[in-house]
């Protein structure tokens, strides 16, 4: 839920601003990494399921960047992809590892 939040207020402040899409996708994917494991209190088991349920997240960070100059014409349509793509965030995310064990396995 805090990577959603987190990309929803990112993607709102970074309407008519240029923007580094790969590096802002990797950053974001960097802190959101960074900060569930500081909730958890733990490192996680890094295999390949979970490099691969982590890069799907990052492909859709990415995509969702680079959408966002295309679909803000204005401010309300750049808040509601906002709004929508943290919805579309959550959801991927919640199940990112089960997609990625179904794919790999």
Do not use: C
């Not at 996708?25 to 959101?32: D, H, K, N, P, R």
């Not at 859709?60 to 100059?69: E, I, K």
């Not at 679909?71 to 997609?99: D, R």
């Amino acid at each position: 839920m805090l990577g959603a939040l987190i990309l929803g207020v990112w993607l709102l402040l970074s309407i008519d601003r240029a923007k580094q899409t790969f590096w802002e996708a990797s950053l974001f994917t960097f802190i959101v990494m960074v900060a569930i494991s500081l909730m958890d209190w733990s490192l996680p088991h890094i295999n390949a399921i979970w490099l691969f349920s982590w890069f799907v997240l990052w492909l859709y960070a990415f995509v969702v960047f680079w959408l966002l100059d295309v679909v803000s014409v204005n401010f309300i349509s750049g808040a509601v992809f906002s709004v929508a793509a943290g919805i579309g965030y959550f959801f991927l995310q919640s199940h990112a590892y089960a997609l990625a064990t179904q794919w790999l396995n």
